[in-house]
């Protein structure tokens, strides 16, 4: 029971440098969500893909990019590495629509990335 | 952007006492959830309301969605120990994002 993975969990990059957070879902989940959670600031999202070949920017994208590869996967990418961006993020997905009651949203364990 | 206001930030209860946590906007929600999330690992998903005046009962957690759908509260009856942990409020928006608040850290000391 895999729920939704995120691969790498620890990373630490150098300024300036590329990566990409990889998440993977294998519940047929319609929609994902990136998610950073910083101390005494909650949970911001990054991007989220409603269905299949759609993405959307959320309240924190600069710096990102996403891809929705397939309906089970949805990536992150830092182009060029801040220390701004040091956080941890969370991949999360939901069967249908958030807004709808009994729709569960499964998060990952998250993936903490540094950059120095 | 839709604001979620949790407070307090922080509370710390002996074992047994209760608590209260809230929630508030000043936006409608179609619905809202709380979490809780322990350190290190994702949060978990404990209720979703979705009626106004709604009242929720998970064993020894009471949600309550307000009237208006703008704000909501947690109270835990008896706390203890294991009920320590970070919880966050949730709402959904008509775009199917899912907005957070900054979470209310509750501590509960044997």
């Known amino acids: 029971n895999a729920g939704v993975t995120q691969t790498p969990k620890f990373q630490v990059l150098k300024t300036g440098q590329s990566m990409t957070l990889q998440c993977a879902q294998d519940?047929?989940?319609?929609?994902m969500y990136w998610y950073r959670q910083d101390p005494g600031m909650g949970l911001r999202l990054i991007y989220y893909?409603?269905?299949?070949?759609?993405?959307d920017k959320g309240e924190v994208p600069n710096g990102y990019n996403v891809s929705r590869l397939n309906k089970r996967e949805f990536s992150l990418r830092l182009e060029s590495a801040a220390p701004s961006q040091t956080s941890v993020y969370f991949c999360?997905?939901?069967?249908?629509?958030?807004?709808?009651?009994?729709?569960?949203?499964?998060f990952g364990e998250g993936s903490w990335l540094t950059v120095v | 952007t839709q604001l979620l206001e949790q407070s307090p930030q922080f509370l710390s209860i002996q074992e047994g006492e209760n608590l209260t946590v809230y929630c508030n906007s000043s936006?409608?929600?179609?619905?809202l959830q709380w979490y809780r999330q322990e350190p290190g690992e994702g949060p978990v998903l404990l209720v979703t309301?979705?009626?106004?005046?709604e009242v929720k009962k998970l064993k020894r957690l009471t949600f309550q969605f307000g009237d208006a759908r703008k704000d909501s509260s947690l109270h835990i009856t008896a706390a203890q120990p294991g009920d320590t942990g970070l919880y966050l409020c949730?709402?959904?928006?008509?775009?199917?994002?899912?907005?957070f608040g900054k979470g209310n850290q509750v501590v509960v000391i044997p």
């Open positions: 309301v979705v009626t106004g005046g």
């Open positions: 893909s409603a269905s299949e070949g759609t993405t």
């Open positions: 519940m047929n989940h319609n929609s």
């Open positions: 999360a997905s939901i069967f249908g629509q958030a807004a709808l009651s009994g729709n569960t949203i499964y």
């Open positions: 949730a709402g959904a928006d008509g775009n199917n994002r899912l907005a």
């Open positions: 936006s409608v929600f179609s619905s």
